[in-house]
């Protein structure tokens, strides 16, 4: 296995990934077979996961002998990455056991290692969450800076929001002495591309959680909703009348990559 990045654009994104996937979880899946590179991580309490999909057309040099996945320690490799200069060519090579990553500058004539070795993790554990499968219930696609930027500024008013989807999109969170605090953008918004309503599902999630998700920039747009609730919950929500949080999807798209992000809602007595 061995895959290269010599775009700085591109590496700079690795950099930023690796980041994510590191206060996700001290470990990181890789996976590969011979159309992508996919890295996964998810947190041990199950609050939040992450997949990231690569194409393999976003690599200058990608070469794979057998489907593998494998596990490694994420933050060493983050530590190291943030050593990258412009000019450095990123490369990530499996020699048996070890993965080697490097920092190669033709420029200066040097390379930069360090070996890894692989984790001896059960079988039953190295599975990759199939996060980029879930189907959307409601959501809605918006610009990307400025949701980034309304979930900043209503985390200070509290450690979780609550997110919902009824001709608006609504974001609200409350301090401990009750002071709130409410985004709404309308559905005519210029930084809303697409919306899709559901008076019945909201969600309340953790506002660490949907900003290390947003994080990354990949794209100007983000797609965010509610994960499709399946026919038996669907049933419930229509009989009862009970609003139903779901998981949180995250979603951006770019050339050659994708990044899926879901996260897990706060328990209510009502769900």
Do not use: C
Not at 41 to 46: E, I, K, T
Not at 91 to 99: D, G, P, S, T, V
Not at 132 to 139: A, L, N, T, V
């Amino acid at each position: 296995m061995e895959f290269v990045i010599n775009d700085k654009t591109k590496a700079k994104l690795i950099i930023k990934i690796f980041e994510l996937l590191t206060k996700l979880n001290k470990d990181v899946m890789i996976g590969i077979n011979e159309e992508q590179l996919i890295l996964h991580a998810r947190d041990q309490g199950a609050t939040w996961a992450s997949k990231i999909i690569f194409d393999k057309s976003y690599f200058s040099v990608f070469m794979v002998k057998d489907p593998i996945v494998i596990a490694v320690s994420s933050e060493p490799v983050s530590k190291f990455l943030k050593l990258h200069r412009n000019e450095n060519t990123i490369k990530f090579k499996l020699i048996k056991e070890i993965l080697f990553v490097s920092l190669i500058s033709e420029v200066d004539d040097y390379i930069k290692n360090i070996k890894l070795r692989i984790l001896d993790v059960d079988e039953s554990e190295l599975r990759i969450m199939s996060i980029d499968k879930r189907e959307f219930g409601p959501y809605v696609e918006i610009d990307r800076n400025e949701f980034t930027a309304t979930i900043k500024g209503l985390a200070p008013f509290g450690e979780h929001m609550e997110v919902s989807f009824n001709g608006v999109l609504k974001m609200s969170a409350m301090t401990e002495n009750f002071a709130e605090q409410t985004f709404i953008i309308n559905r005519s918004s210029p930084l809303i591309t697409e919306m899709e309503s559901n008076e019945n599902m909201d969600g309340v999630y953790g506002s660490k959680y949907l900003i290390n998700a947003l994080s990354v920039g990949v794209s100007d747009k983000v797609k965010f909703g509610f994960a499709s609730l399946s026919p038996q919950r669907a049933d419930l929500v229509k009989e009862s009348g009970t609003k139903i949080s779901a998981p949180a999807m995250i979603q951006q798209f770019a050339e050659g990559i994708a990044v899926h992000t879901a996260i897990a809602p706060r328990v209510r007595d009502t769900d």
